[in-house]
């Protein structure tokens, strides 16, 4: 979907609107309600391919099937999109019913590309072999990317959207330069009651997905806007709220490779079913176009079930990328290989823009599932996004970061990420499933994913390899990170933050794969170039804010700025805490930013290992986490330099950590192996209620590293600790 070379054509606007008690209906896979487009250079909706096999009798079938597809035009002056405006006004409805069926598509790309069909391959045999290969590319193939338009969708009071699919969103509006848009990838089914008795089966499957402008020059994405006063409600694996992009340098959404168990009652004896996703988000070569301003005012309510399936989802990302899914494979003799890149590789990169969110009225999210967050809010430079896997047994690697080799990569920062309003209501049921992220990473990455609702029952090998942080490249740096609204938010499950805060130079962000028993080797980190500063993170939490979690290693508040690439990776509930840890080929440098934390309520995480607020300035690389080998907090870079900023927390109200090994308030100020104390931040915490920390290693406040520090308790005000320990100071090393 896509022309190629010569001069392309503009899109025109684009304007729909049901009004009063106007209703869409959809029922079928790949039926999305409204699809509203305005591309330039080529393109449009692909139709589905369906191929289907069957072999019988005592002889051994082989079936096989492949198919390629690309959206976005191929060399040329890519083409502009127009404006796109998309409202539902009254109490106008749209609902779909299949799979890969989106509520609205509203969209404008330039360079070509728009909605994909999906790919599907069904079998069943006595015993035999059954195998498909596909590969996708959402982005433009070398020439000049097009620019994308202004997107706008609104949803009135009273207005709703209802999917009941996987991967069927409620809302997607895009803006993308450089070509892209949405694929709904392929599935894989095996059927029926099929085999002869005592006999073998194979079944493998192949998606390897591209989101992102290939070599030329990338075009910029245009502001998003979307305004829900309404309903929205999905059931489905994958199947997001609101997904708002706007992604200069080709991307968008890309589906994912989906498989079945073997069919109840199957005859078969054994069913061997192996499927891989390789999924590369960020653009290749060339130079990476530009994200725009995404603003998302919510005063509605989303719900949403369903592993990842993300209750809004604003993305503003520079260098391509997006949203790529992996697979959806579910199955006890299934093994999935999972292989994501999240960040550009070689080229300039891109800036991310603005991505602000605001919460009005009496707004409520409710998802249920594994990595299904709340709200996650993001600006990338350099190329990234989200990529997910919710295969039951996966292994494979998980890179987040540009990979730029040499000095290449110029520029690409994140931009300010800003949470305001009244009060942000938020409930998540799953592990992993944070209430509100807000993160600015320059120099590529974002928020990978591995994992679905069976980790505890099947996830019992070291399979995964995972590295946080950049490679290569010059100075990428994060933006500023602010929450200033009213937080309710409400936790239920392992590793699920309450709120997530985050700006990372160099490249990095947060990789999460479940319990740290998967993990065969991470890395958490720059790996050389000149790295980039994070910015400062600010949370103003308003009077009487509530934060709850429930589950191990589940955080109430956690503000973080890392320079020279990391972030959060891995499992820290594994054991005592760690301040010096390092890892081989970690070299970063960069500084990290300004820590700034106002919390005016109350906090209650129970869960062993949890923190009620967590402080972390880290310069020269690394963040936060744990694998097989134990937990670690602060800079884990063997070279470099970098310094770690102020870390400043005021407290009032009550916090309550009162698992094992829990810990009140965390605060940490490092810099990178060779850096002198005179160059750490200050560390000031100012308690005025009640601090309260758990057993074992427990603490009430908890100060790591810094220079000239200070903790002052207010008259009335306590720290205390089931462990007898109200305060813990370690110096840097």
């Known amino acids: 979907a896509g022309g190629d070379g010569g001069a392309a054509g503009k899109g025109g606007d684009v304007d729909v609107g049901?009004?009063?008690?106007?209703?869409?209906?959809?029922?079928?896979?790949?039926?999305?309600g409204i699809l509203a487009q305005s591309i330039g250079g080529g393109g449009g909706a692909g139709g589905n391919s369906w191929t289907y096999a069957m072999t019988s009798g005592l002889g051994a079938g082989v079936f096989s099937a492949s198919f390629a597809e690309t959206l976005g035009s191929t060399g040329g002056a890519g083409g502009n999109g127009d404006t796109v405006t998309v409202a539902l006004n009254g109490t106008a409805s749209v609902v779909t019913s299949g799979n890969n069926a989106d509520g609205i598509v509203a969209q404008s790309i330039g360079g070509g590309g728009g909605n994909a069909g999906r790919a599907s391959t069904g079998a069943s045999a006595s015993f035999g072999f059954s195998g498909f290969t596909g590969k996708k590319q959402l982005g433009g193939d070398g020439g000049a990317g097009g620019d994308g338009d202004y997107v706008t969708v609104t949803l009135a009071n009273g207005a709703g959207v209802a999917t009941s699919g996987d991967n069927s969103h409620g809302i997607v509006a895009q803006s993308i330069g450089g070509g892209g848009g949405t694929s709904q990838g392929s599935a894989f089914g095996i059927s029926g009651k099929v085999g002869v008795t005592g006999t073998p089966m194979t079944v493998t499957g192949s998606l390897s997905m591209t989101l992102g402008l290939q070599g030329g020059v990338g075009g910029d994405g245009s502001d998003v806007t979307i305004s829900d006063y309404g309903t929205i409600t999905t059931t489905g694996t994958g199947s997001i709220g609101i997904a708002a992009q706007s992604i200069g340098g080709g991307g968008g959404i890309g589906g994912s490779v989906a498989g079945n168990?073997?069919?109840?009652?199957?005859?078969?004896?054994?069913?061997?079913?192996?499927?891989?996703?390789?999924?590369?988000?960020?653009?290749?070569?060339?130079?990476?176009?530009?994200?725009?301003?995404?603003?998302?005012?919510?005063?509605?309510?989303?719900?949403?079930?369903?592993?990842?399936?993300?209750?809004?989802?604003?993305?503003?990302?520079?260098?391509?990328?997006?949203?790529?899914?992996?697979?959806?494979?579910?199955?006890?003799?299934?093994?999935?290989?999972?292989?994501?890149?999240?960040?550009?590789?070689?080229?300039?990169?891109?800036?991310?823009?603005?991505?602000?969110?605001?919460?009005?009225?009496?707004?409520?999210?409710?998802?249920?599932?594994?990595?299904?967050?709340?709200?996650?809010?993001?600006?990338?430079?350099?190329?990234?996004?989200?990529?997910?896997d919710a295969t039951d047994n996966p292994f494979g690697a998980m890179v987040l970061g540009a990979n730029f080799g040499g000095d290449g990569g110029e520029g690409s920062d994140g931009d300010t990420v800003t949470v305001k309003g009244g009060t942000a209501n938020i409930a998540t049921y799953g592990n992993d499933a944070m209430g509100l992220v807000a993160q600015s990473v320059g120099g590529g990455g974002g928020l990978g994913a591995i994992g679905s609702g069976q980790d505890s029952y099947r996830l019992r090998d070291a399979t995964l390899q995972i590295q946080v942080g950049g490679n290569g490249g010059r100075s990428a740096h994060g933006g500023d990170v602010n929450i200033q609204s009213g937080l309710n938010i409400t936790t239920n499950g392992s590793r699920a933050f309450g709120v997530l805060a985050q700006s990372v130079g160099g490249g990095g962000g947060m990789g999460a794969v479940g319990a740290s028993d998967v993990i065969l080797s991470l890395g958490v980190g720059g790996r050389g170039g000149s790295g980039g500063d994070g910015g400062d993170v600010t949370v103003i939490a308003g009077n009487g804010s509530s934060i709850e979690t429930h589950g191990s290693g589940a955080h109430g508040l956690f503000a973080q700025s890392v320079g020279g690439g990391g972030g959060i990776a891995g499992d820290a509930t594994t054991s005592t805490l760690s301040l010096d840890r390092k890892f081989d080929s970690i070299e970063g440098s960069g500084d990290g930013g300004d820590i700034g934390v106002e919390f005016d309520g109350t906090i209650d995480v129970s869960g062993v290992d949890a923190y009620g607020i967590v402080a972390q300035s880290i310069g020269g690389g690394g963040g936060f986490g744990g694998d097989s080998s134990g937990a670690f907090a602060g800079s884990t870079s063997l070279f470099g330099d970098g310094h770690g900023g102020d870390v400043n927390v005021v407290q009032s109200g009550e916090i309550n950590a009162i698992g094992s090994n829990g810990v009140g308030i965390?605060?940490?100020?490092?810099?990178?192996?060779?850096?002198?104390?005179?160059?750490?931040?200050?560390?000031?915490?100012?308690?005025?209620?009640?601090?309260?920390?758990?057993?074992?290693?427990?603490?009430?406040?908890?100060?790591?590293?810094?220079?000239?520090?200070?903790?002052?308790?207010?008259?009335?005000?306590?720290?205390?600790?089931?462990?007898?320990?109200?305060?813990?100071?370690?110096?840097d090393r």
């Open 261 to 388: 168990d073997v069919a109840a009652g199957s005859y078969l004896s054994l069913l061997y079913q192996t499927y891989q996703g390789n999924v590369g988000i960020g653009g290749t070569g060339g130079t990476g176009g530009v994200g725009k301003a995404v603003d998302v005012t919510f005063g509605g309510s989303i719900g949403t079930q369903g592993d990842h399936a993300i209750g809004i989802m604003a993305q503003s990302i520079g260098g391509g990328g997006g949203l790529g899914g992996a697979a959806t494979i579910p199955g006890g003799r299934v093994t999935g290989e999972a292989n994501l890149l999240l960040g550009g590789t070689g080229g300039g990169g891109g800036d991310g823009g603005k991505v602000t969110a605001t919460f009005e009225n009496a707004n409520a999210i409710v998802t249920t599932g594994v990595m299904a967050h709340g709200a996650l809010l993001q600006s990338i430079g350099g190329g990234g996004g989200v990529g997910g």
């Open 666 to 731: 965390f605060a940490q100020s490092q810099g990178a192996s060779n850096t002198s104390a005179s160059d750490l931040g200050t560390i000031s915490i100012e308690v005025g209620g009640t601090v309260g920390g758990g057993t074992n290693q427990g603490a009430g406040v908890f100060v790591s590293g810094g220079r000239d520090n200070v903790l002052l308790v207010d008259s009335g005000a306590m720290v205390s600790a089931y462990s007898g320990t109200a305060v813990r100071f370690v110096g």
């Open 18 to 32: 049901l009004d009063g008690t106007t209703g869409v209906v959809t029922a079928g896979d790949g039926s999305h």
